[in-house]
């Protein structure tokens, strides 16, 4: 069974548009964290934004979010303000007990002039 | 600090090579990642190191694969023999135990088997 859902294969979203990035998970762990990170079309891997199972707050990171519904498995990724930059590859990611990173299958987000 | 050094950057080797793949991680941190990344099966974790000991070689596709962490500051990825099948992009990431969000990946290597 897949650890790290992401149910969104592609997006387009209008430029200064808010984007939702879906992402739910799978775990039996009390204490997990869970990541998001950036991949453009250059490759890298850029870390967007950690949330602790523990943290009582949303993270947020200048325009990223992360919508945190602990009872519902959910991470979503919210990123306001759109900017063409922003077109890329989208990764959620779970890290368990056994500090193993899991990455879910990814969401790739066109941004529209 | 220079983040997680990977070399080479591209690698093109012949079917049936040897290939070393190599990764220097963020001094001080605990931990070793080496993914596989595909169009088909996206972000793989191969294997994971904790203190130079591997801890879960699971995601290793087979016997052709081995992972080493001689130091706390240097790790390989050997495929022998290559095959045009593991064309990919490794990447290698590291951590500390404790680290929260404290996760960095490398560059990268886009290995190419022809």
């Known amino acids: 069974a897949q650890k790290i859902t992401q149910t969104q294969p592609g997006m387009f979203v209008q430029e200064k548009e808010a984007v939702t990035l879906d992402c739910t998970y799978d775990?039996?762990?009390?204490?997990?964290?869970l990541f998001w990170y950036k991949q453009p079309s250059s490759g890298e891997m850029i870390f967007l934004i950690y949330?602790?199972?523990?943290?009582?707050q949303n993270a947020t990171e200048g325009r990223y979010s992360l919508n945190f519904q602990k009872a519902r498995k959910s991470a979503n990724l919210v990123i306001s303000a759109s900017q063409l930059g922003d077109s890329a590859m989208y990764f959620c990611?779970?890290?368990?007990?056994?500090?193993?990173?899991?990455f879910g299958k990814g969401t790739r987000l066109h941004i529209l002039p | 600090d220079a983040g997680v050094i990977q070399s080479p950057r591209h690698e093109v080797t012949e079917m049936g090579q040897e290939v070393t793949l190599r990764c220097k991680p963020i001094?001080?941190?605990?931990?070793l990642f080496w993914y596989r990344q595909t169009m088909m099966r996206g972000l793989e974790l191969l294997i994971y190191?904790?203190?130079?000991?591997?801890?879960?070689d699971s995601g290793m596709p087979e016997d052709r694969f081995s992972a080493k962490m001689p130091n706390a500051s240097f790790s390989t990825l050997k495929i022998q023999p290559s095959e045009p099948r593991d064309s990919a992009v490794y990447f290698c990431?590291?951590?500390?135990?404790?680290?929260?969000?404290?996760?960095?990946f490398g560059s990268g290597t886009r290995l190419t088997v022809v």
């Open positions: 990431a590291s951590s500390r135990r404790d680290g929260g969000g404290d996760y960095t």
């Open positions: 775990t039996s762990d009390p204490s997990y964290g």
């Open positions: 949330q602790g199972s523990y943290d009582q």
């Open positions: 990611a779970m890290r368990e007990r056994d500090d193993k990173i899991i």
């Open positions: 001094s001080g941190h605990d931990y």
């Open positions: 190191f904790n203190n130079n000991v591997p801890i879960d």
